[in-house]
């Protein structure tokens, strides 16, 4: 089955402490996006790649990092987390720029 | 201004009504144009996409994009209870950098 799946689902943490949320897709897609979604401000773009060792700043990038060394796998990490990082986090993947994005269901992370 | 603007309801309607969705943007350079459909807990899923302006039909499913007025609409017939989600609507300039924008999205909901 074609998918982005993200692990942890769920992730309470607390300030400071370093964290890897990991995203992989099996579509075999170029582009790769992180995600954040708050009420009342949608959907946010964190960084995106566009190919293996080639990622980029997205619209809200700050605390956040990112690698891109295999073409399925995309983990976002938070070296410290913050309480403003507390959000629900999406992954996605897309063919190529442009077009439709497959997401991934979600990481709610809470950062006391 | 923000680029993307989309009303966030909620928007009642009875089973079976037509419902009309839009979003207006502000950036000429907008190329490509998607609808998605997000249920409670879950990753937004794309219900539409659409290259620069026209038409595009998916059965009960309709979207309009009208760049001269800057202004994209989706139309869904014959409502149901299941079609009760959020609609996000998204797009992206054909250059430089990738970086779609979301509408905040607007919450349907259809009651039978």
């Known amino acids: 089955e074609a998918q982005v799946t993200q692990n942890p689902r769920y992730l309470i943490t607390v300030t400071g402490k370093k964290l890897t949320v990991t995203c992989s897709q099996n579509?075999?897609?170029?582009?790769m996006s992180w995600y954040r979604q708050d009420p009342g401000l949608g959907l946010r773009q964190i960084y995106y790649?566009?190919?293996?060792?080639?990622?980029d700043k997205g619209d809200v990038p700050e605390g956040y990092k990112v690698s891109r060394k295999e073409k399925r796998n995309f983990p976002l990490i938070l070296e410290s987390p913050s309480p403003n990082q507390t959000s629900l986090y999406f992954c996605?993947?897309?063919?190529?720029?442009?077009?439709?994005?497959?997401f991934g269901p979600g990481t709610r992370l809470t950062v006391t | 201004q923000k680029e993307v603007e989309q009303d966030p309801g909620p928007l009642s309607v009875p089973e079976g009504a037509i419902v009309s969705l839009n979003c207006t943007y502000s950036?000429?350079?907008?190329?490509?144009f998607m609808w998605y459909r997000q249920y409670s807990r879950k990753g937004p899923e794309l219900l539409m996409y659409?290259?620069?302006?026209g038409n595009k039909e998916d059965g009960r499913f309709t979207a309009q994009v009208d760049k001269s007025s800057k202004y994209i609409s989706l139309f869904i017939r014959d409502s149901q209870p299941s079609d009760s989600a959020t609609y996000l609507c998204a797009m992206s300039a054909a250059g430089g950098s990738y970086i779609p924008t979301f509408g905040r999205g607007t919450s349907l909901i259809v009651h039978p």
């Open positions: 579509m075999n897609h170029e582009y």
């Open positions: 950036n000429s350079a907008f190329q490509y």
């Open positions: 659409t290259y620069s302006s």
């Open positions: 790649s566009m190919n293996v060792e080639v990622t």
């Open positions: 996605a993947s897309s063919p190529s720029r442009g077009d439709e994005q497959y």
